[in-house]
């Protein structure tokens, strides 16, 4: 037995066994269109049992009488690829992805219908879907060694480009207050507004160990009648990150960044964030991060005084996700920030707690729901009061998502944040309604 039939033909074969072995557990675990039928469970047990010529035969009985199930069309997809692997599979597998677009499993068998088909590009895609949505899971392990060997045989798609377009209601947008600006900025008026942001990747080189990527970013929102502030964003990230160990990696990442706002120069930020992630095979990613940013502000007609924000900011972090079984993940999150301004009363230290949870519906939905306290404690008293403030900051935000094809994705979602203030004046409440389509490229 030769070392190329190793690795050309017996350790794909047994990375394919032990994947499909896996996507049956974790199929189990959505929710089934309906009641599996005898002749569903028949076909089910004769994939599991890598019977495929006579699982197709069942299974297409199991399709044709309820044609809508992603169940029976996901196990037809998976015999079909085991055998012909042609246009059908792709097409039941596709079904199964509309119905359930965030489940590891079906993402995982459509890398490997691809893979098989030597489009290793939309092969790769596929696999880092499913790392992206189970990072420390065996199948996140077999879809790691699979883009191994696409990197290996050079053929990776080394950009991406993705688009995020759409329209918002904010309850509560900044604005200046005649000739002066609010002292948080607020005007208590509401407004609507288109916008776009477009961002393309780049990854020159990624391997088992290293990973470098550029991503350049452009956002743009116009408002219906506020058109003063418009906000314009133009960022630029760099990052490399390296692999220590399997499950432990290092990161770091610079940004620049120039924002506009009704056209008009507003400020300029260039940030540095090193971090350090576990991936555990029981608990999920933590990350522990710095970021340091510094930030240098242009005075206008709205915010005459903009310069005395000038200055650093120095934030820690400690993060947490956590898968809850194959369809649920938890995230946690703490900071601590000091604000380091050229006017003290505007600086602060500030503490951050988040809480959130994505949960995969029926119907092929997906749906977020997240809650954060905010708190800061600003370093000396504003002139104008004659007091130190306090703020207390809670924002909840709730989205739902559903993929229509396979690069398309449509969105609601709706923000709702409060702050307390010690003082009156900086006291407001904000609601944001978002409806957005998205494309990846």
């Known amino acids: 037995m030769t070392a190329n039939y190793l690795t050309t033909h017996l350790v794909p074969g047994l990375l394919r066994l032990a994947a499909l072995a ?17 002749e569903l469970q028949t ?12 699982a197709t035969t069942i299974l297409r009985g199991a399709v044709e009488e309820d044609p809508a199930d992603a169940r029976a069309a996901y196990y037809l997809g998976v015999a079909l690829n085991r055998t012909s692997g042609g246009k059908e599979a792709e097409r039941l597998l596709k079904v199964a992805l509309r119905e359930y677009p965030d489940h590891p499993g079906v993402n995982f068998e459509l890398g490997l219908h691809y893979y098989q088909k030597e489009v290793l590009a939309e092969a790769g895609d596929y696999f880092e879907q499913v790392i992206e949505l189970s990072p ?36 509560n947008v900044i604005l200046s207050n005649g000739s002066q600006p609010l002292p948080a900025g607020y005007s208590h008026r509401g407004d609507f507004s ?51 160990a399997p499950r432990l990696r290092v990161k770091g990442n610079y940004g620049l960044e120039y924002l506009l706002l009704g056209g008009s120069a507003y400020n300029y930020t260039q940030s540095a964030s090193p971090s350090l992630s576990y991936q555990s095979e029981n608990f999920g990613v933590t990350t522990l991060d710095y970021h340091y ?27 947490q996700v956590l898968p809850l079984g194959d369809t649920t993940t938890l995230w946690l999150l703490y900071s601590h920030d000091l604000d380091l301004t050229q006017n003290a009363a505007l600086g602060y230290s500030g503490n951050r707690f988040l809480a959130g949870c994505r949960r995969q519906l029926p119907w092929g939905i997906s749906g977020d729901l997240s809650g954060e306290v905010y708190w800061r404690g600003y370093w000396e008293s504003d002139p104008s009061y004659g007091v130190r403030r306090d703020d207390t900051q809670y924002t909840v935000s709730l989205s739902v998502s559903r993929s229509l094809w396979e690069r398309y994705s449509l969105s609601l979602s709706q923000v709702l944040s409060w702050n307390h203030s010690n003082i009156t004046d900086f006291a407001y409440t904000r609601g944001i309604t978002s409806v957005l389509a998205s494309a990846r490229f």
């Open 22 to 38: 896996l996507i049956c557990l974790l199929w189990q675990s959505l929710p089934a269109h309906a009641s599996a039928s005898p």
């Open 293 to 319: 940013s510094t930030k240098s502000y242009w005075n206008s007609a709205a915010f005459t005084n903009n310069v005395e924000r000038n200055g650093d900011n120095h934030l820690f972090g400690l993060s």
């Open 194 to 244: 288109a916008l776009v942001s477009l961002k393309g990747s780049f990854t020159p080189l990624k391997d088992a160990s290293w990973e470098v990527n550029a991503d350049y970013s452009l956002y743009q929102n116009l408002h219906a009648t506020l058109g003063n502030f418009d906000v314009t964003q133009n960022l630029l990230e760099l990052s490399v990150s390296r692999f220590l």
């Open 136 to 171: 420390t899971s065996s199948l996140g392990a077999q879809a790691r060694d699979y883009l191994k060997r696409i990197e290996e045989r050079g053929k990776g798609k080394p950009w991406d480009l993705s688009v995020l377009t759409g329209f918002q209601y904010d309850s």
């Open 43 to 54: 076909g089910i047990a004769l994939v599991e049992r890598q019977n495929y010529a006579l």
